[in-house]
């Protein structure tokens, strides 16, 4: 819009961006607090997404997804170091690691 019209100025683009990502915070904060509240009788810990998804499907199907929750990681965690993950210098220790043991692409 910026380009198309001479209307649109990039203040206001990036206003109405800024705006855009707060509601979008807000939203998530108040769906996770939402969810905190409520007692699972399961939860199940899973490595990646695709995982994760299959097993949420499966949980509506069956009507257990008020009653099990699901919680995964998108990341590989059975391989690698995780020590200080919560800090800069365990996360970069981690990229190192996974760079000098396995074979990634570039990109």
């Known amino acids: 819009m910026i380009e198309e019209t001479g209307q649109y100025t990039k203040g206001q683009f990036v ?38 998804g299959s097993l949420k499907n499966i949980l509506r199907k069956m009507e257990l997804h008020d009653e099990e929750k699901v919680i995964s990681f998108s990341d590989l ?21 996974l760079r000098n043991h396995l074979i990634i692409d570039d990109d």
Request: hydrophobic residues 35%; aromatic residues 16%; without cysteine.
């Open 15 to 52: 206003d109405d961006l800024i705006k855009s990502y707060e509601d979008f915070l807000n939203y998530k904060r108040n769906q996770t607090s939402v969810k905190n509240n409520q007692i699972y009788k399961v939860i199940h810990i899973l490595f990646g997404d695709s995982a994760a």
């Open 77 to 97: 965690f059975s391989i690698g170091p995780i020590w200080q993950l919560h800090d800069l210098s365990g996360l970069k220790n981690r990229y190192q690691w």
